[in-house]
């Protein structure tokens, strides 16, 4: 990879980080675990970026976090945030946008390879996320799947829904961009 060409997915990946931030903007507090849109736009970072600029994207948004700046739900920040009820959730992102990332790398621009891919990932956040409040709160894995799960999943779907027109038109975008610039 050339650096122009890096130079643009350092710049995707970095618009796709602020724009997780800003999704963590729109927080409806529910209980220890709020609803975001923040999630939508990790989805994307696996299905326009792949597995390795997904990663760096998602590194650099709770990096950002970690060291203060207001970018978790609500508009907080610090490692508090990540040590906290929605820490699970949080990390579980890093391995989620990998995996979506590795599973459309592997078929190409197939709508339910896409799908595929986002339940995968949304899994492997509940997975983190249920997990982690679990083991913070003490509460049963009923009571947690009740509160850290079942109320987001018919959220989530939706999000799986936008997510891939959205992918479907800025795919060839960030590709044409790409293709411009190892051509230079």
């Known amino acids: 990879m050339?650096?122009?060409?890096?130079?643009r997915m350092m710049v995707y990946a970095s618009l796709l980080a602020a724009l997780?931030?800003?999704?963590?903007y729109l927080a409806i507090p529910i209980g220890p675990v709020p609803i975001v849109l923040q999630n939508l736009f990790i989805l994307l970072a696996g299905l326009l970026l792949g597995s390795r600029w997904g990663l760096a994207s998602v590194g650099v948004y709770l990096l950002a976090g970690a060291l203060g700046l207001p970018v978790f739900a609500g508009g907080l920040?610090?490692?508090?945030?990540?040590?906290?009820?929605?820490?699970g959730?949080?990390?579980?992102?890093?391995?989620?946008?990998?995996?979506?990332?590795?599973?459309?790398?592997?078929?190409?621009?197939?709508?339910?390879?896409?799908?595929?891919?986002?339940i995968c990932g949304t899994a492997i956040?509940?997975?983190?996320?249920?997990?982690?409040?679990?083991?913070?709160?003490?509460?049963?894995?009923?009571?947690?799947?009740?509160v850290g799960m079942y109320p987001?999943?018919?959220?989530?779907?939706?999000?799986?829904?936008?997510?891939?027109?959205?992918?479907?038109?800025?795919?060839?975008v960030v590709r044409n961009q790409l293709t411009v610039s190892s051509r230079q």
Do not use: C, N
């Not at 959730?89 to 891919?117: C, H, N, Q, S, W």
């Not at 679990?134 to 009740?146: D, F, P, V």
């Open 125 to 146: 956040v509940y997975v983190f996320g249920v997990t982690w409040l679990q083991q913070l709160t003490g509460m049963t894995l009923s009571k947690t799947l009740a």
């Open 152 to 172: 987001f999943l018919i959220g989530d779907a939706l999000k799986i829904a936008v997510a891939v027109p959205i992918a479907k038109a800025l795919r060839p």
């Open 77 to 87: 920040g610090g490692i508090g945030r990540l040590v906290g009820p929605t820490g």
């Open 89 to 118: 959730y949080l990390v579980g992102y890093l391995p989620a946008v990998f995996v979506i990332g590795r599973i459309t790398e592997k078929a190409k621009e197939r709508v339910y390879v896409d799908v595929i891919a986002m």
């Open 2 to 7: 050339d650096s122009s060409t890096q130079l």
């Open 20 to 24: 997780t931030a800003a999704g963590a």
